[in-house]
């Protein structure tokens, strides 16, 4: 199946060169062509309404529903977009989203998040995520859930710089999500 393409949306301060976001843009660029991992705006101190301009911007690029993989602030971002009548997605991927207990108060105007029903996105959470104590699995109830036993935040920290799970799930839908591998 032909697709527009792919966006990838970083969260709170980014996702450098050893991010699993920067290896994924990577690996899709080099055989599927339209990527899309765009630098939004003011990554350390976000501001909610500029990122979803961004967001906006960064949509309008694609002549179809791309597939979106977001991590941390992204999947709130996300859920804030669709809330305010945004275009879909073909499928989306969350990816440790946070929770207000567990962030710094610059992210405060991200919360609360948006009651949204979403149809085509998948949750893939740790149940040690710092930046989500109480477990992204019950903050957001009701999505297919792939649980990554004891690892984290799912970034470089946590050892995911190369994650293949993550790039099948992104060509072809192939669920679950699995851990990186060792």
């Known amino acids: 199946m032909a697709r527009s393409g792919y966006l990838i949306l970083h969260g709170y301060q980014g996702s450098g060169p050893g991010h699993w976001q920067s290896w994924l843009a990577g690996r899709l660029r080099s055989a599927d062509g339209t990527v899309r991992f765009p630098d939004l705006p003011?990554?350390?101190?976000?501001?909610l309404d500029a990122w979803l301009d961004a967001l906006e911007r960064e949509l309008d690029a694609f002549g179809a529903p791309p597939v979106v993989v977001c991590h941390s602030l992204a999947c709130?971002?996300?859920?804030?977009?669709?809330?305010?009548?945004?275009?879909?997605?073909?499928?989306?991927?969350?990816?440790?989203?946070?929770?207000?207990?567990?962030?710094?108060?610059?992210?405060?105007?991200f919360f609360p998040t948006p009651d949204v029903a979403l149809d085509n996105a998948r949750l893939v959470c740790?149940?040690?995520?710092?930046?989500?104590?109480?477990?992204?699995a019950s903050v957001f109830p009701g999505l297919p859930t792939d649980l990554l036993t004891g690892q984290g935040h799912i970034n470089p920290d946590a050892?995911?710089?190369?994650?293949?799970a993550v790039e099948l799930w992104a060509r072809e839908g192939a669920t679950p999500v699995t851990a990186r591998e060792p």
Not at 85 to 98: D, S, T
Not at 126 to 136: I, M, R, S, T, V
Not at 159 to 164: A, E, L, S
């Open 42 to 47: 003011d990554p350390d101190n976000p501001r």
């Open 76 to 109: 709130v971002l996300w859920l804030h977009h669709i809330a305010r009548g945004g275009q879909p997605a073909e499928r989306v991927l969350f990816v440790a989203p946070p929770s207000p207990t567990g962030v710094p108060d610059v992210l405060a105007p």
């Open 126 to 136: 740790a149940e040690n995520d710092p930046y989500c104590p109480e477990g992204a």
């Open 159 to 164: 050892g995911y710089g190369p994650w293949p």
